[in-house]
């Protein structure tokens, strides 16, 4: 589908259920730290300046748990502002995390924040150990939330070391790292037991997000799974969850080219048991054409967000696709969704 056709697609889905809103820029959709601990050999790396002159310092592949159940232990990296704080805090999760997909990813997007005067903490996650035969059934999602729940933990338990405020915590994902993000945030897994940063998930102030999976449409294996154990679903998603906080500030962000599968409303069902999905779906105009797109699926989890009155926005980045953001246009809306994120009101 095309950019301007998936615009307009957006566009008349929200007006549909009376929530557009927009911008220059984009199409704008609105309705306890834990201690400081110390980590021994580990110094930042000496500040590097931009062309915009804001300078940033990288420490890169911090541990933050000593061993893991079944994934390869996490390090991290982080970006700091030169310019002392104390800043806001990001977690940034990567996606595609059984893939190639690693915290090098999401270096440039680091960066930008950083350089937007907040602390960025870029975990590797849900990394397979080599050689190994694992899936994603419910003990390795489990334990990919875990591994997740403990970066946010160390993150919070350093944020000073590197001019950061614990009690101003933002979590980013992209893609599987989206519903990582949210499965955090929503749904509060305990840290794994080799967390360096306590057994403690902090207080988290906002959420924000890039085109997540929501309704698992885009790995074939997901059919397969669900019918094995539907208990999967709960485990991979945070529908269920996300009533247990509804007051958190959620910023989306979607491409404005997305081009990623639908998902055939046939089967929806094994998605959404309750029904309370397609009631939403078909409230927001989503099944008459038998396919619901990724569009219709960020658009499902802004509407309920909306309706149960967490503060929510939704904007498009010009000139972006699902996994890139490839003009200039898409830089300053994918940095104002932490200006949002942050924001005290």
């Avoid at 915290?103 to 996650?125: E, G, I, M, N």
């Avoid at 698992?216 to 294996?221: F, Q």
């Avoid at 208990?231 to 998603?237: G, W």
Wanted: net charge negative; hydrophobic share 45%.
């Amino acid at each position: 589908m095309g950019a301007l056709s998936w615009v307009r697609r957006l566009a008349a889905g929200l007006a549909v259920a009376g929530l557009l809103g927009g911008c220059a820029q984009a199409a704008t959709l609105s309705p306890a730290a834990t201690p400081i601990q110390t980590v021994a050999n580990v110094s930042p790396q000496p500040a590097t300046t931009t062309p915009n002159g804001s300078a940033v310092s990288v420490t890169a592949d911090v541990p933050y748990q000593s061993s893991d159940p079944l994934l390869d232990s996490g390090v991290l990296d982080v970006y700091a502002p030169a310019t002392p704080g104390p800043w806001p805090v990001v977690i940034m999760f990567h996606g595609d995390p059984a893939g190639s997909t690693t915290k090098v990813d999401l270096a440039v997007h680091a960066r930008k924040v950083a350089q937007s005067r907040f602390v960025v903490f870029v975990p590797s996650w849900g990394q397979f150990p080599a050689g190994s035969s694992l899936d994603w059934t419910k003990a390795v999602i489990e334990d990919s939330s875990a591994q997740v729940a403990c970066a946010v933990a160390f993150a919070a338990s350093q944020a000073v070391r590197f001019g950061g405020d614990p009690a101003r915590l933002i979590v980013f994902g992209h893609s599987a790292g989206a519903m990582a993000a949210a499965g955090t945030v929503f749904g509060r897994p305990d840290p794994s037991p080799g967390c360096l940063g306590g057994s403690t998930l902090p207080s988290i102030s906002a959420l924000v997000t890039w085109e997540g999976d929501w309704l698992l449409a885009w790995d074939p294996g997901w059919d397969d799974r669900l019918a094995a154990d539907p208990s999967v679903l709960d485990a991979a998603t945070s529908w269920s969850s996300l009533a247990h906080d509804r007051t958190v500030r959620v910023a989306m962000l979607v491409a404005d080219d997305p081009e990623m599968p639908d998902l055939p409303v046939d089967k929806l069902a094994a998605r959404d048991p309750s029904g309370a999905l397609r009631k939403q779906l078909e409230a927001n105009g989503a099944l008459a054409d038998g396919q619901i797109s990724d569009t219709e699926s960020q658009q499902l989890l802004f509407s309920l967000l909306k309706a149960q009155g967490n503060p929510v926005t939704l904007d498009v980045m010009p000139d972006s696709t699902h996994g890139h953001i490839l003009g200039e246009a898409g830089w300053p809306v994918f940095l104002a969704a932490f200006a949002k994120a942050s924001a005290s009101s």
